[in-house]
């Protein structure tokens, strides 16, 4: 009989358990996957090949026998608590707690309730990192002194990791992986941490040091770990484990264990292993779960102490972090950050029209609005991105091409094309002056506009003085900022008023900043992939606007 797993969230890590999951053979089957936003929830079971999406918990627990717990770490140990309490086997994504007392709960429910309760940390489960720890039982280093681990990364700057600076950063995130080797050589008694980290500019931890002491029967010392964990540092990701009679090196990526090196003080004693490592890692753990359920015997698995031993962790790393979120509440209020509404309410209403124009001009809070003008065949200045009408209209050609009426008489479509159907009104590519119009009652409470200049690829000529010549006549000139991916145009912008705030987009903020003074522009646009988000590359930028998109 198969066992039926459902999986609750649909983030980064589920899109690579389905595959895996398949991959480990015809006894499991993937039944159902559950998200809170349906339309989440149906869009990756279509994608996924899943039979049921749903937004009710209950239906889940029906279709299932097991979970796979794959959403923000914060949540875990709700859904693990209400998953364990509906008879369910949970195989839950590392870290499984942040607070120690509750990962003792729940591993007492599993056991109260005969229940499988994992935490998925894919490198315990590999075989060759299995190999590694064998080899180290049986003495072939000798008595081991140091372990050393490291995990980094540079992410893409919007990822939640780097953002959410209650439940993101580099130990949160990674921490798991670097303390893996450390408690499974030494084992969680008499093992003392200490954590030192540095903080960016986000609020989240981008470095972090957790360095480790083993203390012996006596009080002596007898070994020491370093776990280093990096969001936005890059260091060598390597495994070092020093013995007294040698060395293990499992170069980087090490927790991919593909190969790695014993060296001892004879070089001709020396080995190079190659280990198998297949696809993303996460078939071996599934596989262990699936084996654990049945009654089998698996080579390696994750312990409860070992798991309880990690959320003491987690939890004493945030404990200092909240003592240092106390410092810095005194130096709030000295940087400023704001939401921008990209082309309106760009998802419930066609992009670039009024109506998602007005959606987001009454939300709560909101900075401004990013929109795009370019020039007719006539000369008008219209609202639209592409420079072809072609992805939002049922239309095709270029904007250049047709007059200010031929435009507005084209139907709109929206760029994912159902759009329109939530709109109950006809909607028109708009010219900015009527956009303007439309939003004047938010303009004169304060509200932004950012206009972006579309003229990189089509060189719009005088565009850069109609629109500041409508702005002037609308009197709206404390409410614009400027922007184009063509840098010269910000500087033709600077040379009509030189009182007009410019932005300079572009991809990587150095890249931007670089041209931003050249053209004596105000801000840098630059994509949110292309921003370093170290603290020491922020102190470069301190005092200028950054509107990442």
């Known amino acids: 009989m198969k066992l039926r797993i459902g999986i609750i969230g649909n983030g980064r890590i589920a899109s690579r358990f389905i595959p895996e999951c398949r991959m480990s053979g015809e006894e499991i089957e993937i039944t159902c996957v559950y998200n809170p936003t349906?339309?989440?929830?149906?869009?990756?079971?279509?994608n996924q090949a899943i039979p049921m999406a749903t937004a009710d918990i209950d239906v889940l627990i029906e279709q299932s026998d097991a979970v796979y717990i794959a959403v923000p770490h914060q949540y875990h140990y709700d859904y693990a608590k209400r998953m364990l309490e509906a008879g369910k086997h949970v195989f839950c994504e590392k870290p499984l707690c942040f607070v120690a007392e509750e990962a003792r709960e729940l591993y007492s429910l599993a056991e109260e309730k005969n229940l499988v309760l994992m935490e998925g940390i894919k490198t315990n489960y590999a075989p060759g990192f299995i190999e590694i720890l064998e080899r180290v039982k049986r003495g072939e280093i000798g008595e081991v002194i140091d372990v050393e681990a490291a995990f980094t990364r540079i992410p893409i700057a919007n990822t939640r990791e780097c953002w959410d600076s209650e439940f993101g950063g580099s130990f949160l995130e990674f921490g798991s992986y670097a303390m893996l080797p450390i408690v499974k050589l030494y084992g969680t008694e008499k093992l003392q941490s200490e954590f030192t980290y540095i903080k960016g500019e986000t609020g989240v931890d981008t470095y972090v040091k957790a360095k480790f002491t083993k203390i012996g029967e006596d009080g002596e010392i007898i070994g020491f770990g370093t776990a280093k964990t990096g969001l936005g540092v890059k260091s060598e990701g390597q495994l070092l484990i020093s013995g007294t009679k040698g060395y293990i090196l499992v170069p980087s990526p090490w927790w991919l264990t593909k190969k790695y090196e014993?060296?001892?003080?004879?070089?001709?004693?020396?080995?190079?292993?190659?280990?198998?490592?297949?696809?993303a890692g996460l078939r071996y753990e599934i596989e262990a779960f699936v084996k654990r359920i049945s009654d089998e015997a698996v080579l390696s698995s994750l312990t409860k102490e070992e798991s309880i031993w990690m959320a003491e962790q987690m939890e004493h790393f945030l404990e200092i972090k909240k003592e240092d979120k106390k410092e810095d509440k005194k130096a709030e209020g000295k940087s400023e950050i704001g939401i921008w509404a990209h082309r309106g309410c760009c998802f419930k209403y066609p992009e670039n029209t009024i109506p998602a124009f007005l959606a987001a001009a009454k939300l709560p809070g909101l900075k401004g609005i990013e929109l795009d003008i370019q020039l007719t065949k006539d000369g008008e200045m219209?609202?639209?991105h592409d420079e072809k009408v072609d992805a939002t209209t049922t239309s095709k050609g270029a904007v250049a091409d047709y007059t200010l009426?031929?435009?507005?008489?084209?139907?709109i479509t929206g760029r994912h094309r159902d759009e329109v159907a939530d709109i109950g009104e006809e909607v028109k590519i708009p010219t900015i002056r009527e956009v303007f119009?439309?939003?004047?009652?938010?303009?004169r409470q304060g509200l932004l506009i950012n206009i972006?200049?579309?003229n990189s690829n089509v060189r719009y000529e005088g565009m850069e003085k109609k629109i500041i010549d409508l702005v002037y006549e609308?009197?709206?000139?404390?409410n614009i900022i400027y922007s184009s991916f063509l840098p010269e145009s910000m500087g033709v912008i600077k040379e009509l008023d030189p009182e007009a705030k410019t932005g300079i987009l572009g991809g990587w903020i150095h890249w931007c900043t670089q041209k931003m003074r050249e053209f004596h522009a105000d801000a840098v646009h630059p994509y949110t992939g292309g921003m370093d988000i170290t603290k020491g590359a922020y102190k470069a930028f301190e005092g200028i606007p950054v509107r990442a998109w």
């Open 437 to 443: 119009e439309a939003l004047m009652p938010y303009l």
């Open 262 to 279: 014993i060296c001892r003080e004879d070089p001709a004693m020396n080995e190079t292993v190659l280990t198998e490592f297949l696809g």
């Open 405 to 411: 009426s031929e435009l507005q008489a084209m139907k």
């Open 474 to 478: 609308m009197g709206l000139a404390q």
């Open 382 to 384: 219209v609202v639209i």
């Open 38 to 46: 349906f339309s989440s929830a149906v869009e990756f079971a279509m």
């Open 452 to 454: 972006e200049l579309k």
